[in-house]
């Protein structure tokens, strides 16, 4: 049985020795406060519940994202086991066994601009963490890529189930202007261009050539074009270049299936099942914008061997 449990702990002082309504008797009355680490706190307060853990197990909890610390106003990850705690902080663990347990392929680096990069975001990598966890997102990857660590800021997002390339800005100025950029669709007066390959059930290559779908998505506008690549006959499916010009969830995979041809390995919108061997068949494939920063034409492309293939 998978274990998992919630954890928190709120430091009270007075005169300067730890009082504290979940940290059992077994430390002495007298430890300053100011003395005492997280995980020191935290291993301590679990020691005497159905849920205490070695500090090994701990650590390696609290490396993948799973404490958390409220001081004042502010609350943010903890990754620091030895981080000295003050009078008023708050501790809060979030213990799923099966998430920490969790693996995925590493992201690849396609470009470093500096104030971003451009990188390959593989099946099952998310693009930001939960409160259980974060080692399995596109996020702490690049944070722990680069030799001298970089602040980190998600620009637009990928699905968990989706392939392709992804943006991740390196300055709150950068995350801004290129945030806005995905969410506008223009940044002075320049389109931005995304596109994706998609493998499908069926033969797109009747249908008219390219072909524009506009059905809402959610009850939101929405509009992709169509343009088939190849299709195979044996396997009665094609390949499949969209261009979206909005970006509502799951709008390509609601779109496909809306013509009839559900993407390869979609379980939500499509046709596949637990006994599909394949992932879902979508990929961002390409980038095409103008640096709202520099003011420079950028073109990303993804290697063909990262593509889906038919």
Request: glycine share 4%; hydrophobic share 35%.
């Amino acid at each position: 049985m998978t274990l998992f449990f919630e954890h928190h702990i709120k430091l009270d002082t007075t005169i300067d020795t730890i009082t504290t309504n979940r940290v059992n008797n077994r430390l002495d009355n007298n430890i300053n406060v100011n003395t005492l680490t997280a995980l020191t706190v935290l291993f301590e307060s679990l020691a005497n519940t159905d849920n205490a853990l070695s500090k090994a197990q701990l650590k390696q909890a609290i490396s993948k994202g799973a404490l958390w610390l409220t001081r004042g106003k502010h609350t943010q990850r903890l990754r620091r086991v030895k981080r000295t705690l003050q009078k008023g902080d708050e501790l809060h663990f979030y213990y799923n066994e099966s998430v920490l347990a969790s693996e995925v392929a590493e992201a690849k680096l396609i470009s470093d601009e500096v104030n971003y990069s451009v990188w390959y975001k593989p099946f099952g990598m998310l693009s930001q963490g939960s409160k259980w966890s974060d080692h399995c997102t596109i996020a702490r990857f690049v944070q722990q890529f680069f030799l001298s660590e970089r602040a980190v800021f998600i620009v637009h997002r990928l699905d968990k189930a989706a392939t392709g390339l992804i943006l991740i800005a390196h300055s709150k100025k950068a995350a801004q202007a290129l945030s806005s950029m995905f969410e506008n669709r223009t940044t002075n007066g320049n389109s931005l261009e995304k596109y994706y390959q998609i493998i499908v059930h069926g033969n797109h290559s009747k249908n008219e050539q390219p072909q524009v779908i506009t059905r809402d998505v959610e009850g939101k506008s929405a509009r992709s074009t169509f343009r088939c690549l190849a299709y195979d006959k044996v396997k009665h499916q094609s390949r499949i270049e969209v261009k979206i010009d909005s970006g509502r969830k799951h709008q390509i995979r609601v779109h496909a299936a809306s013509i009839g041809l559900p993407v390869v390995g979609d379980r939500l919108h499509g046709i596949a099942d637990e006994n599909e061997p394949l992932n879902l068949q979508l990929c961002a494939v390409s980038l095409n914008f103008i640096c709202p920063m520099t003011q420079q034409k950028q073109y990303f492309q993804l290697p063909e061997r990262l593509r889906p293939k038919l």
